[in-house]
């Protein structure tokens, strides 16, 4: 802006800085203002926060919790991925205890809808506690009908060739009889190496440090049991072997319970499946060894001490959450006075959110940056 003539004298006078044309004020206004950045201090031997990949969460979560993880998941194993259709599928329904108290419901899992998944105790059962349960008489078997294909579908010479694998399941029982008859105790047990469990006690399967024993009533579901991921590179790899848990085929998971004879159960079995082969359906599926590794490590961890079920989802979270984090690189941080409890960082994990349970405070004044090597 030219500067401005004195009208009497005819000199120049200055243009004063605090009064600006309507240009200027427009052109002002346009500019967003410069804010000044806050200054980083840095604090030596932190660590970064661990994060799972997508897919690796879905899985975790699968194997703690199959009924509540949403269908689509796939094993992240491997260096390559493989498009799979991916599928979840129930089964549910009621067995009772047999004529001397003690019942069983035991899990074959397959992949295959025309093929026995279930075996359960009826009312007339003849099973004691010393009774293996394939001696047990008077039994009930169940196959799981939603699966999408039969046991034909995977023959090699067949149109199809389907193959397939199982990524997760679990059973859950509940007493559904009358309340004021409701008491006993139930065993959850899944086998430590996957293998069949067809000859095995109620009086051993008590005996063993990783049963926990469950007192009926104590919860809405009264008893869990979940599958803690393979033990074997068998059981990642896309096979026409419709029971690729147990090698020979049986049942690695069974609750055993000791009640009052003729009492009532409902069971909720939960599988989650991938399968291959000349079908349609299938979606991308994602690879990440490293995760896939710390994830299955921390799962055989629990599931040596108590049952791998959904209670124990602190403990997973925790284990994975550790192992983790013993291959991060050394980071500087402005986490500042805040400090991310483990217990809080490790269940946000599974919920996507490493900060999960911080305040907005400690959220707001976290950073992170790498060391240069």
Same mark, same amino acid.
């Given at each position: 802006?030219?500067?401005?003539?004195?009208?009497?004298?005819?000199?120049?006078?200055?243009?004063?800085?605090?009064?600006?044309?309507?240009?200027?004020? +427009?052109?002002?206004?346009?500019?967003?203002?410069?804010?000044?950045? /806050?200054?980083?201090? #840095?604090?030596?031997?932190?660590?970064?926060?661990?994060?799972?990949?997508?897919?690796?969460?879905?899985?975790?979560?699968?194997?703690?919790?199959?009924?509540?993880?949403?269908?689509?998941?796939?094993?992240?194993?491997?260096?390559?991925?493989?498009?799979?259709?991916?599928?979840?599928?129930?089964?549910?329904?009621?067995?009772?205890?047999?004529?001397?108290?003690?019942?069983?419901?035991?899990?074959?899992?397959?992949?295959?809808?025309?093929?026995?998944?279930?075996?359960? $105790?009826?009312?007339?059962?003849?099973?004691?506690?010393?009774?293996?349960?394939?001696?047990?008489?008077?039994?009930?078997?169940?196959?799981?009908?939603?699966?999408?294909?039969?046991?034909?579908?995977? %023959?090699?010479?067949?149109?199809?060739?389907? /193959?397939?694998?199982?990524? *997760?399941?679990?059973?859950?029982?509940?007493?559904?009889?009358?309340?004021?008859?409701?008491?006993?105790?139930?065993?959850?047990?899944?086998? *430590?190496?996957?293998?069949?469990?067809?000859?095995?006690?109620?009086?051993?399967?008590?005996?063993?440090?990783?049963?926990?024993?469950?007192?009926?009533?104590?919860?809405?579901?009264?008893?869990?049991?979940?599958? *803690?991921?393979?033990?074997?590179? $068998?059981?990642?790899?896309?096979?026409?072997?419709?029971?690729?848990?147990?090698?020979?085929?049986? *049942?690695?998971?069974?609750?055993?319970?000791?009640?009052?004879?003729?009492?009532?159960?409902?069971?909720? #079995?939960?599988?989650? %499946?991938?399968?291959?082969?000349?079908?349609?359906?299938?979606?991308? %599926?994602?690879?990440?060894?490293?995760?896939?590794?710390?994830?299955?490590?921390?799962?055989?961890?629990?599931?040596?001490?108590?049952?791998?079920?959904?209670?124990?989802?602190?403990?997973?979270?925790?284990?994975?959450?550790?192992?983790? %984090?013993?291959?991060?690189?050394?980071?500087?941080?402005?986490?500042?006075?805040?400090?991310?409890?483990?217990?809080?960082?490790?269940?946000?994990?599974?919920?996507?959110?490493?900060?999960?349970?911080?305040?907005? +405070?400690?959220?707001?004044?976290?950073?992170?940056?790498?060391?240069?090597?």
């Amino acid at each position: 802006m030219a500067p401005r003539k004195n009208n009497e004298t005819g000199t120049v006078r200055p243009q004063d800085p605090k009064k600006t044309s309507g240009k200027q004020k +427009q052109k002002q206004k346009q500019q967003p203002a410069q804010r000044a950045a /806050r200054p980083v201090t #840095y604090l030596p031997g932190a660590t970064l926060v661990p994060s799972l990949p997508e897919c690796s969460r879905h899985y975790a979560s699968a194997l703690i919790n199959p009924w509540d993880t949403v269908a689509g998941v796939c094993i992240p194993a491997g260096m390559f991925s493989m498009n799979s259709l991916k599928h979840k599928s129930y089964i549910r329904g009621q067995f009772q205890l047999g004529t001397t108290g003690f019942g069983y419901i035991s899990v074959t899992p397959r992949t295959s809808n025309n093929q026995t998944v279930l075996t359960a $105790t009826t009312s007339a059962s003849v099973f004691a506690s010393g009774t293996a349960p394939n001696a047990a008489t008077g039994l009930t078997t169940l196959t799981s009908a939603s699966l999408p294909y039969a046991l034909a579908d995977f %023959s090699v010479s067949g149109a199809r060739d389907i /193959r397939a694998r199982i990524v *997760a399941f679990g059973i859950r029982v509940k007493y559904v009889g009358p309340l004021m008859n409701r008491n006993g105790v139930a065993l959850p047990y899944l086998d *430590a190496d996957c293998n069949d469990t067809a000859t095995e006690t109620f009086d051993y399967v008590s005996s063993l440090q990783y049963v926990e024993p469950k007192r009926i009533g104590d919860a809405d579901w009264d008893c869990a049991c979940c599958y *803690a991921g393979p033990i074997d590179p $068998t059981q990642v790899d896309f096979t026409n072997q419709t029971n690729p848990i147990v090698s020979g085929g049986g *049942a690695p998971m069974m609750i055993l319970i000791k009640g009052v004879a003729g009492d009532t159960y409902e069971f909720d #079995y939960c599988q989650h %499946s991938e399968y291959i082969g000349n079908i349609g359906g299938r979606t991308k %599926s994602h690879s990440d060894p490293s995760s896939f590794a710390a994830v299955t490590s921390a799962a055989q961890e629990v599931v040596a001490d108590r049952a791998f079920e959904p209670s124990k989802m602190k403990s997973f979270a925790e284990k994975i959450y550790t192992k983790l %984090s013993e291959n991060l690189p050394k980071v500087v941080s402005t986490v500042g006075k805040y400090a991310i409890p483990i217990g809080a960082a490790a269940l946000g994990l599974l919920s996507g959110n490493p900060y999960v349970g911080l305040s907005a +405070q400690a959220i707001g004044q976290s950073s992170v940056k790498m060391l240069t090597h």
